[in-house]
């Protein structure tokens, strides 16, 4: 571990000085280190002139040197959207667990997808030495994401930590960021040739997310796809209902109303799958005798879902820690390398070759064995 950890010391750039904001505030260095530390009584105008000087400056206290007099702990932050979500959970365990066997803490953060959250648990990161800052999950790839990133990436690399980007792109590869995914569309391609490989050609996508890097890579898989087997761009069928059981019921309800010609459905992930048998279930229809099923990511449900989801396994817990090895294997060279983790097809029970089935059918009551997701 010894090693590990001298090398995990990512190189700083030139700081702000605590000598600095002490001649912006005109008080003693040691008066703006009680401020900062809290641990002293100061008058309310000094703290609040120290604090205004720390701020125009954009002062951080030195992590490394507080470690060095026993005042500070390696930690690693990650940030998810949501904990609830067993893909981000898994992400989650796999930093947590690499950066237990380092002797590092990890600090764990959700946003709601909320931009301003991120920026504040960044803010809040950087300010408390945390040497990896790690955000997880696909995006919307907007001018305003990538300037937020490109912020964070300086920001972090100027107080010496690393800004790590798990399961998104980034924004511009001369950014200090390192980047650790797995290959969306190489998942959905081949997902999608399992499908036609069963004699599918009326295939929708359901849970397309328009600007979402994640989801516009499992969209450009599966359209390939098609490609590839002769059909037509009109033979593709994306429904932007985003991810979730809930959108994945909507959507797959409203589908079965309107669209009764499609004998398979491509989840955009396992969630959106569970929503999608549900519904499937509830018009007296069964998978995958009626509507051929598959999903993304392979929760540890999918397999107790009924019947248990042919999906593509993506290496959630792998990518959490590849996320905190690679960073901390080769800090002089991780920051704007790209590392792709692969993906594979797990072939279960809800894929059948398609039969012809009634144009439109009036849901009937569930049977024995029908099609419920647990």
């Not at 450009?220 to 069928?237: I, K, M, N, S, T």
């Not at 985003?242 to 398979?264: I, S």
């Not at 549900?278 to 019947?307: C, K």
Request: hydrophobic share 45%; glycine share 10%; aromatic share 4%.
């Amino acid at each position: 571990m010894g090693n590990d950890m001298a090398e995990a010391e990512p190189t700083a750039k030139r700081r702000v000085t605590i000598r600095e904001v002490a001649e912006r505030a005109g008080v003693s260095m040691a008066t703006v280190s009680r401020v900062l530390s809290g641990n002293h009584p100061v008058p309310a105008s000094t703290r609040a002139r120290v604090l205004r000087a720390s701020r125009d400056l954009d002062y951080v206290a030195n992590a490394h040197a507080r470690a060095l007099v026993g005042g500070g702990r390696k930690m690693v932050a990650v940030v998810l959207r949501q904990v609830t979500s067993p893909f981000y959970a898994q992400v989650a365990e796999g930093v947590e667990a690499e950066a237990a066997s380092r002797g590092w803490l990890c600090l764990v953060g959700t946003t709601g997808g909320d931009p301003q959250r991120e920026l504040e648990f960044v803010q809040l990161m950087r300010e408390e030495g945390a040497r990896l800052v790690i955000l997880v999950g696909g995006v919307v790839e907007d001018d305003a994401y990538r300037e937020r990133v490109a912020h964070y990436a300086q920001a972090l690399d100027s107080a010496g930590a690393r800004l790590v980007l798990c399961g998104r792109p980034a924004p511009d590869p001369d950014i200090p960021a390192l980047v650790v995914e797995f290959d969306n569309e190489a998942g959905a391609h081949a997902i999608t040739g399992h499908l036609l490989s069963a004699g599918h050609r009326g295939i929708v996508f359901l849970g397309g997310l328009p600007g979402n890097t994640a989801l516009d890579a499992r969209v450009a898989g599966y359209r390939a796809a098609l490609a590839e087997h002769g059909l037509p761009p009109a033979a593709a069928h994306v429904v932007d209902c985003g991810l979730g059981r809930a959108a994945g019921h909507r959507a797959m309800t409203q589908l079965l109303k309107e669209t009764p010609d499609f004998t398979a459905v491509f989840a955009g992930d396992d969630m959106v799958a569970a929503g999608a048998l549900r519904a499937i279930a509830d018009a007296g229809l069964r998978v995958p005798h009626d509507i051929s099923v598959v999903g993304y990511n392979d929760i540890p449900l999918a397999e107790d879902f009924n019947p248990p989801l042919t999906t593509v396994r993506t290496p959630a817990e792998e990518l959490g820690r590849a996320a905190v090895r690679i960073a901390l294997r080769d800090p002089e060279h991780a920051a704007g390398a790209h590392h792709l983790l692969g993906t594979h097809i797990v072939v279960r029970d809800s894929v059948q070759p398609p039969r012809r089935r009634r144009a439109t059918q009036r849901p009937t009551a569930l049977t024995d064995g029908g099609p419920t997701p647990v």
